[in-house]
Each structure stands twice: as C-alpha cells, then as structure tokens.
C-alpha cells in the first residue's frame, strides 16, 4: 500500500518556474515507478513524466521536454517534479502517480489527490 501527496502548486506567470513535490507512504516506495500526470477541464487526464525505480530512467512527453525535470529520493520517498519556462497550457492539476511496472506512463496503481498548477500571461 503506498499513500502519495503532492505539494507545491501554486498561480505562476508564465516564464516563471515551479517545484512540485510527492510524498509517498508506506515501505516500498522504491520498488515503483513514478510518474506526474496533469488534467485540465473537459480534457483527459494525460502523462506528464515519468522515472524508474532506481531513478536513472525518465520519461518526459513531448510538450515538457526540455522544461521539466522529474526525480527521485528513496531515502526521503520523494518525487519531484521541476517545471521551468511554464506556459498557460501548463494550467492543470497536477498528480502523482506510482506504478508497479516498468513504467507510470501505462499503468498506473497509486494516486495522489492532485494540486492546482495555474500559469498566467
């Protein structure tokens, strides 16, 4: 069982940058893959980045890369997710996710409860 909650979000303007954290509970944090997905109204909820379990793999769609960073800390059952360069379509809510497969990007066991990430022009 692995509890996560994401901190961090917050209104930016647009160039600006943002850190978003997870926290995980439980003993296995580090056997899963980690993942940020984000949702806007009316859109799907949609992958945003993802790491490996040992945090030398990462996964990054196309809309982010080169503008996000995402990482982890197993010591500290943490994943964070640096946003830099941030835009309007950046607007969403913004989850934490854990997986038991290779990868959060295509499946998913573990939510958070999201956090609000607004990017005004």
């Known amino acids: 069982q692995v509890q996560l909650v994401e901190s961090g979000g917050r209104l930016v303007q647009a160039g600006g940058s943002l850190r978003l954290s997870c926290t995980a509970s439980?003993?296995?944090?580090?056997?899963?893959?980690m993942g940020w997905f984000r949702q806007s109204p009316g859109k799907e909820r949609e992958f945003v980045a993802g790491v490996s379990w040992s945090g030398t793999l990462t996964d990054y769609a196309d809309s982010v890369k080169g503008r996000f960073t995402i990482s982890r800390d197993n010591l500290k059952n943490t994943v964070s997710l640096q946003m830099n360069s941030l835009k309007p379509e950046d607007t969403a809510i913004y989850y934490c996710?854990?997986?038991?497969?290779?990868?959060?990007?295509?499946?998913?066991?573990?939510w958070g409860q999201g956090t609000q990430v607004t990017v005004s022009s």
């Open positions: 996710a854990a997986s038991p497969s290779t990868t959060a990007r295509n499946y998913v066991k573990y």
């Open positions: 439980g003993r296995t944090f580090s056997g899963y893959a």
